[in-house]
């Protein structure tokens, strides 16, 4: 679920920069986190019916505090978890705009800076071995 949240807000924040530069076809990626959003949403139901089926299954009374409440509280929990994936996907904002759509964030580097995997993977958990170098520069 968090995978296609985070989805969600990439769409999202490459739609909104898009739009801010005036560029053609954003449509596309308004109708993407959508799409990302509704397939969050029915994972998350999944999980929520797997959730509740397991506690009928092996508890034949269980305590108060397990089970949902409501639908509003099922809702709720979504709406908070994919908000708080936000943040993460406020990091990566400027470097989501980097990477061509499609095309992986090693492929990406290896072809700016013309490094191998292993020096991408050593960049990407900050081992760089040059002190000049900045991260990721």
Not at 90 to 110: C, E, H, N
Request: positive net charge.
């Amino acid at each position: 679920m968090a995978v296609f949240s985070l989805e969600v807000w990439r769409f999202f924040i490459l739609f909104i920069i898009g739009t801010a530069e005036q560029a053609e076809g954003m449509s596309f990626f308004l109708w993407m986190a959508v799409g990302a959003l509704a397939a969050s949403l029915v994972l998350y139901l999944v999980f929520v019916g797997l959730y509740s089926l397991l506690l009928r299954l092996f508890w034949t009374k269980p305590p108060q505090w397990v089970h949902f409440r409501d639908w509003k509280m099922v809702l709720y929990g979504f709406v908070v978890t994919t908000l708080a994936i936000l943040a993460s996907a406020i990091t990566f904002a400027s470097f989501l705009k980097a990477i061509p759509v499609g095309d992986s964030v090693v492929a990406t580097i290896q072809r700016r800076d013309g490094l191998n995997e292993e020096q991408v993977i050593e960049r990407l958990f900050g081992r760089c071995h040059d002190s000049k170098k900045r991260w990721l520069e």
